[in-house]
C-alpha cells in the first residue's frame, strides 16, 4: 500500500477522534505508522488493513453503545481480532462480537469478553500495570521482537497476541508474562509464522472446485460467520493451534 492511502488512513482517524489534527500532525502521523509498520510482520499493506478493521469496529460500537465502547478493548492482527473486557449487560457482550465481525477482511474473532462487575479503579491500574511490565521486559529482551505482540490485561488475566519466529521465543514471552506480580494467569493465542505460511500455502495450492452448470447450488447464499467463544476458530484452510491457558500456581 502507498504512503499515500497510509495519509488518508491518518486523515481519517483524526476526523473521527482528533478534529484539530493539522497537516504537519497528519504527516507526522503517516509516517510513523509506516515506519512502525514496516517493521512488522505482513509490512504495510496488512497493518493498514488492520488499522482499517480496527476503526471500523470500533466505530460501530462506540454507535452502539458508548459505555460498552469505553470498557472493551480491540487488538487486530492480520485480520484476527481479539475482544476483551469487562461488561455488565449479556446483551452488549453479544452485540459487540456480531458487530466485531461486520468490516470486511475480519477473518477471525476471539471472544474474551466477560460479564462481570467491574474491579473499580484500582483494577483498572492493577492491569495497566501489568501490562507496562510485561511491554517493558520484552521490548529489553533481544531474543524478543515485541513489535510483534500485543498484550492485554484484564482482571489480572494476560492475553498474548501475535506472530513468533520460533517456539523458544513464545515460550520466553509467555514466561515473562506468569513472572510479573498480579498476574493470575496467562492466555496465550500467539501463533508461529511458520505454521501460518504453512496454512496459506496449503490454500493458495488447493484445487478450485469446477463449475457444475446452472444445476449447481446457488453461490449467494449469507453464512452468519460464528460468535467465538474464547478458542480460536480454525481460518478458512488452516490449521489453528487450540488456546493455550497457563495458569499460575
Known amino acids: 500500500m502507498k504512503l499515500q492511502n497510509i495519509a488518508l488512513l491518518s486523515l481519517s482517524l483524526c476526523a473521527l477522534m482528533l478534529q484539530g489534527c493539522t497537516a504537519m500532525g497528519i504527516a507526522t502521523g503517516a509516517g510513523a505508522i509506516a515506519g512502525v509498520s514496516a517493521a512488522k ?15 471500523q469496529i470500533s466505530e460501530a460500537w462506540f454507535q452502539y ?52 462487575e467491574s474491579g473499580g479503579v484500582k483494577s483498572f491500574l492493577t492491569d495497566k500495570w501489568i501490562t507496562t511490565q510485561i511491554r517493558t521486559k520484552i521490548t529489553l529482551d533481544k531474543e524478543v521482537q515485541s513489535i510483534n505482540y500485543t498484550i492485554d490485561t484484564v482482571q489480572g488475566t494476560v492475553y498474548l497476541m501475535g506472530v513468533s519466529h520460533s517456539q523458544a521465543e513464545t515460550n520466553r514471552i509467555i514466561e515473562i508474562a506468569r513472572t510479573i506480580s498480579n498476574v493470575q494467569q496467562v492466555v496465550s493465542y500467539i501463533r508461529l509464522i511458520e505454521e501460518i505460511e504453512n496454512a496459506q500455502n496449503a490454500v493458495s495450492t488447493a484445487p478450485q472446485p469446477q463449475s457444475q452448470g446452472y444445476d449447481s447450488a446457488p453461490t449467494n447464499t449469507a453464512v452468519s460467520p460464528p460468535i467465538s467463544t474464547g478458542a480460536p476458530q480454525p481460518l478458512t484452510g488452516a490449521s489453528v493451534p487450540a488456546v493455550e491457558v497457563y495458569p499460575l500456581q
Do not use: C, M, Y
Open 65 to 116: 453503545n458508548v459505555e460498552t465502547f469505553s470498557k472493551l478493548d480491540l487488538t487486530v492482527k492480520k485480520g484476527r481480532v481479539l475482544v476483551t473486557g469487562i461488561v455488565q449487560d449479556p446483551e452488549h457482550r453479544v452485540e459487540a462480537i456480531r458487530l466485531a465481525w461486520q468490516p470486511q477482511g475480519v477473518e477471525q474473532v476471539i471472544n474474551e469478553i466477560r460479564v462481570a
Open 41 to 55: 510482520d505482513g509490512g504495510i499493506s496488512q497493518s493498514a488493513k488492520d488499522f482499517w478493521i480496527s476503526t
